[in-house]
């Protein structure tokens, strides 16, 4: 059996079509909206379209609302997937034939052209970017809500989960942690129907925050060695010219080596602490 799980917030406009579309795929699958905190009829819509509704009593968050589902699913696998019509039910086929194959986690790899602006793009570029450094596999699409799951392996990592957008990008760090198989499908998302709840002011300063969650779930090292190298031979580089020229260890000297090698302290007890968080419970 599988579960569709759906956060919704203000999304009356384009949930029920969702719904009913999931149901014509998948008439014996089950479907949660996760109405957070809405102030239309998002749950009323959704509810008569046939899915079953969890009401947040007011918003708590995109990884709250996933949070929610994916407790309450009873499904061996979840899907997770947007209200707002940008995610295509006939995909779920996709994802499910991946499932089937082996893998733990299958994301839907929004192409070209799917992105809601070319800043979003370039953002998302950068971040697979640094995703595809820190596992050591190529990361196709680190922030797509668009994915199914193995309920009992995803169900490990609630209490990682932040209650913000940044759900796809812990969660798909903890699996590749863990040594789960993930997988990519490539898909098209269509423009949202209704207005973004994604604020580029307040939520790009919190989008940059998702570089450095990157490291720190999977391997807080392989981000600060780099950076403590460059300063130790900073440091070793000026000392070398200040001799040369002075005869003598300045302060500059003192004050890269220092710092690198505080980096590297801080990357090796980052990375212990992420080893006690993937810790089983």
Request: proline residues 4%.
């Amino acid at each position: 059996m599988i579960s569709v799980v759906i956060p919704a917030k203000n999304e009356a406009a384009t949930v029920a079509i969702v719904v009913t579309a999931i149901k014509e795929q998948f008439p014996e699958a089950e479907i949660i909206v996760v109405n957070d905190g809405s102030n239309d009829n998002t749950g009323e819509s959704a509810y008569s379209a046939g899915a079953t509704i969890i009401n947040h009593p007011y918003p708590k968050g995109n990884g709250a609302s996933i949070k929610s589902g994916a407790r309450a699913a009873v499904g061996d696998t979840i899907i997770f997937m947007d209200a707002d019509g940008q995610h295509d039910p006939k995909d779920i086929g996709s994802l499910l034939t991946e499932i089937d194959e082996g893998y733990d986690l299958v994301v839907g790899a929004r192409q070209p052209g799917s992105q809601a602006s070319v800043g979003r793009g370039l953002a998302n570029s950068l971040y697979n970017k640094l995703a595809t450094y820190m596992t050591g596999h190529k990361v196709e699409d680190l922030t797509s809500g668009f994915r199914a799951v193995r309920a009992e392996k995803f169900k490990e990592f609630l209490y990682l989960l932040p209650n913000g957008f940044s759900y796809p990008t812990t969660s798909t760090m903890a699996f590749f942690r863990a040594g789960y198989s993930v997988k990519y499908v490539p898909i098209h998302a269509a423009q949202r129907e209704g207005k973004s709840h994604i604020k580029p002011l307040k939520d790009g300063m919190r989008f940059l925050l998702i570089i450095f969650k990157v490291a720190t779930l999977y391997s807080p090292l392989k981000l600060f060695t780099p950076a403590a190298a460059l300063f130790f031979l900073l440091g070793l580089g000026w000392y070398g010219y200040t001799f040369t020229v002075m005869s003598r260890f300045t302060n500059m000297s003192a004050l890269l080596l220092t710092s690198g090698f505080m980096l590297f302290m801080m990357g090796l007890i980052s990375e212990q602490i992420t080893t006690l968080m993937y810790k089983e419970r």
